[in-house]
């Protein structure tokens, strides 16, 4: 939506048009001699014109005291400033009169904190400053400075822009926030841009932005994968998702049970670096082992675990849920993975067990069946074991302090004797499964939610099934985090359970794409993902073309 500003009274107005004119020819003049040009990448209505905060954006100085804020004075020099062109697009930006901000020679970064070093090391860098370390508020502050500050109260990932006097200052309650600002910084300094004066205010609308990439079926680099972190980074992703293990391979070196390890891994060495190169961009590494299905990397080294139905036909991907030894197996890796990926969240995966594909689950395997009945009780069905089975597992990584989800369809609405755990968040991204619900049932029973909305936001290689590649396009016109299945959203009063989003990309038919086709083919679903998770308005406010345009003009 766009920012609406009173309009002025005939009186103010006609003083104002008074003004414009002097200005006008007093500017003229003023251009001959070298002076009151004001240089902006912004320019015109764009992608980045001012925004209305929504009720999650944080409240502008005026709105807090009550107070009009008073009309810039204006000068012979600059017109007011327009809102920085960005991707996301800031949330909330009061204009000002002045030349704006761009690095230039001499200029320092000094920040309030040293836990802003690393923050502040890496911008200076960027915009080839010097970093001048930590200095005090009432230290020295030189005109092309840029000044880092933590402090106040509110959403950590929050931030404030004051662009004035030939400075920048970038605050936030948070490190995430201050870091966020740079990122928006810089997108704006881009390619000999300007910072426009001003004052920026913005926050994220959802907590949760994510990418996950499946690196089981498909193996990347460790420099592909590095080089995506610092792309999520500049765009204010927070989450990073590896998938790593499935029918296909298991990718991460492992000392419990290096006999399941694929020939074609990442070393434990590569991804510490990984890890710590997304913690330096505020993203966390959310790591799932998928289990009890899509195990067949782990199973093609313990043939003896593999599920098999009363022929005693193999069942693809499907460990043997009524074997100890199988819990065993799982349980070593996520504890051994847990040390690896210190983040907060974890996914338990849980989707497609292939034993509850069948018509009849317990008659075709009635080994499931009778442990259901021995666990559960004597009308527990094989659907109840596969939720035990879950709970487990949920029982083991919880032991480490993460919050977990699980796929939707390892909410079985089979089960009866045992319920998943209630602090699993349900990780939304189908509605064609067995026995399949809608969103709306997870949402009343006070479950929270993340989007992976397989109609937008499923890049599926080599798009089997019926699955097409995602486009940019559709995600920025048509998708919004409370659209969960399908082109249905659910009622706006569940959208504080809807913590946010991932795009995600499945490698189904590895070879129909390389590593740097698929970089290229979700350069710009990402970048309208991000727009929506950030401020996720039904309708954009600038078009398609527009934002491609900015996208393009930005890198």
């Not at 006008?24 to 902006?40: I, K």
């Not at 960027?126 to 500050?149: C, H, I, M, T």
């Amino acid at each position: 939506m766009s920012q609406h500003r009173r309009g002025p009274t005939a009186r103010q107005g006609a003083r104002r048009r008074a003004v414009v004119i002097a200005a006008a020819f007093a500017g003229t003049v003023a251009l001959g001699t070298g002076l009151g040009v004001w240089a902006s990448s912004g320019g015109g209505s764009g992608a980045g014109a001012a925004r209305q905060p929504s009720a999650s954006a944080p409240a502008s100085s005026a709105g807090r005291s009550g107070a009009a804020t008073p009309a810039p004075t204006p000068t012979r020099s600059y017109p007011l400033s327009q809102a920085p062109r960005t991707i996301p697009a800031v949330r909330s930006h009061t204009a000002a009169r002045g030349p704006g901000w761009r690095p230039r020679p001499g200029g320092r970064v000094v920040v309030s904190n040293a836990a802003l070093a690393d923050e502040g090391r890496l911008t200076a860098g960027e915009l080839g400053l010097s970093y001048a370390g930590q200095k005090g508020a009432d230290d020295d502050v030189r005109p092309g400075d840029l000044r880092l500050d933590l402090g106040g109260a509110g959403d950590p990932e929050s931030y404030t822009m004051t662009v004035g006097g030939g400075t920048v200052r970038i605050s936030g309650p948070g490190d995430a926030g201050v870091f966020y600002g740079t990122r928006t910084l810089k997108q704006e300094v881009h390619g000999g841009g300007t910072a426009p004066e001003g004052v920026v205010k913005d926050a994220p609308a959802k907590p949760q932005r994510g990418f996950m990439l499946d690196i089981a079926r498909k193996p990347f680099t460790a420099g592909w994968v590095e080089a995506r972190i610092r792309e999520l980074g500049d765009l204010k992703f927070n989450q990073l998702g590896l998938h790593f293990s499935d029918d296909q391979g298991f990718r991460i070196e492992s000392d419990t049970h290096p006999e399941i390890v694929s020939r074609d891994h990442l070393t434990k060495a590569q991804v510490k670096e990984i890890v710590a190169l997304a913690a330096a961009r505020h993203i966390q590494v959310v790591p799932e082992i998928d289990s009890p299905g899509h195990l067949g990397a782990v199973l093609a080294a313990h043939p003896e675990l593999q599920l098999r139905n009363a022929q005693g036909v193999a069942t693809r991907g499907a460990v043997d849920i009524s074997e100890d030894a199988a819990a065993k197996l799982v349980d070593d890796l996520l504890g051994e993975y847990a040390d690896l990926f210190p983040g907060s969240y974890w996914n338990l995966g849980g989707d497609e067990y292939q034993a509850l594909t069948v018509a009849d689950p317990e008659a075709s395997y009635p080994q499931l069946a009778a442990a259901a009945r021995r666990e559960y009780g004597s009308r527990a069905t094989v659907a109840d074991l596969t939720t035990g089975w879950l709970n487990a597992r949920a029982d083991t990584v919880r032991a480490h302090e993460r919050t977990m989800r699980a796929w939707n369809d390892g909410f079985l609405r089979g089960a009866a004797a045992e319920q998943p755990a209630e602090d699993l968040q349900v990780a939304y991204w189908t509605g064609k499964e067995n026995g399949a619900r809608q969103p709306v049932e997870y949402l009343r029973a006070g479950r929270k939610v993340l989007n992976y909305n397989d109609e937008y936001l499923y890049y599926v290689l080599g798009e089997p099934n019926t699955f097409v590649y995602p486009t940019g396009q559709r995600i920025y016109e048509q998708w919004i985090p409370r659209m969960l299945r399908g082109t249905s959203a659910v009622a706006a009063r569940y959208e504080p359970q809807v913590l946010g989003g991932s795009f995600a990309v499945w490698c189904d038919l590895a070879d129909s794409q390389t590593q740097d086709q698929v970089a290229a083919g979700i350069r710009m679903p990402l970048r309208a993902t991000i727009e929506k998770l950030w401020d996720p308005e039904v309708t954009p406010a600038t078009s398609w073309t527009q934002f491609k345009a900015l996208a393009n003009s930005l890198g």
